[in-house]
């Protein structure tokens, strides 16, 4: 069954940085377009950053360009991100996903919390 499991959500002061991972099990990261999205109440999910199978193509959404970087450890198979400069308007739940049409994966989310 595959699971992807977030973790490293936290509380953390503006200006602070923290590192979020997704640890993927029966399925292998680099043959997905791996993302994380995130949602805070009565909004839709919107996609932070992704990273296509091969690695070569890595997008991010306007507002955390610079800030926030995606990665991926293949031998771990766990996909990374990596948030500095965090803002209030950062603080959502932040979660994992795996897509290969049809198939779309999701995590449980975690939370992420900035404010002083």
């Known amino acids: 069954q595959v699971q992807l499991v977030e973790s490293g959500g936290a509380l953390v002061q503006p200006g602070g940085s923290l590192t979020l991972s997704c640890a993927a099990s029966?399925?292998?990261?680099?043959?997905?377009?791996m993302g994380w999205y995130r949602q805070t109440p009565g909004k839709q999910r919107e996609l932070v950053a992704n990273i296509d199978p091969s690695g070569q193509s890595i997008g991010y959404r306007s507002s955390v360009s610079g800030r926030f970087t995606i990665s991926r450890d293949t031998a771990k198979n766990t996909v990374y991100l990596q948030m500095n400069n965090l803002q209030p308007e950062d603080t959502a739940v932040y979660y994992c996903n795996a897509k290969d049409y049809p198939s779309d994966y999701w995590g449980q989310g975690t939370q992420v919390t900035v404010s002083s």
């Open positions: 029966e399925l292998t990261v680099t043959r997905y377009t």
